[in-house]
């Protein structure tokens, strides 16, 4: 898998389990047939592609159990990849056991070309994270991306909770800027959860500490 070490082509493997343990939670027959398969690889490469080249403007609140403070995180997207964009191509596809696997390419526009050579430019820095989410995605997520999604915000906050402990003394309030997928996401079943291993690239525009009284 790569991303950065290019600036015309993006490459990575898309992974969908062919009986999803989630399938009855959604209405969905399992075992997948390799219709519906390739369908929702296509969905998570078209996902992952925007969040590698659009990214998300962030608002982050570190938790703070002394103040009653929670920690939060807003990811808003900054643009989007269409799916069905004819810049997506599978280069490869195969059956392992219960599970399916496609390797993708998305060549770039001259735009998105200038979006990547941004990203890792010098006011972004790499982190990375390894984030969890219950199997169903939680209370009221119906959606099956979500359900892995959740897994892939809880990688962010530890990213930008860690990298806030290495460059700030004191813990801020608030913090904000602009955060986006450098590499493709690794999902696995761990324990009985989500487990989500993700490499970001990470821009703090903004932070807001807390008032002195």
Known sequence: MYAY?????????????????YAINLGVASPLDSAEASLWALEDAQSTFSAMIYGWSFDYTPADRQRGIEEYL????????????????ITDARIDGDMYFIWVDYR???????????????????ANAQGYGPLGGGPGVTDRRDIKKVALEDAAKI????????????RPHRASGF??????????????RWSCVANFRIEIKETEGYQAF
Do not use: H, M
């Open 159 to 170: 990213a930008l909770r860690t990298k806030l402990r290495q460059i700030q003394k004191n």
């Open 179 to 192: 955060i986006a997928l450098s590499k493709f996401p690794i999902y696995r079943l761990k324990s009985g």
């Open 108 to 126: 770039l526009n001259q735009s998105q070309k200038r979006r990547i050579t941004a990203w890792n430019s010098s006011p972004f820095f790499n």
């Open 5 to 21: 070490d290019t600036v015309d082509v993006l490459r990575g493997e898309i992974c969908v389990e062919l009986e999803p343990v």
């Open 74 to 89: 807003s990811l808003k997207p900054e643009g989007e990849v269409l799916f069905g964009d004819d810049k997506i191509q």
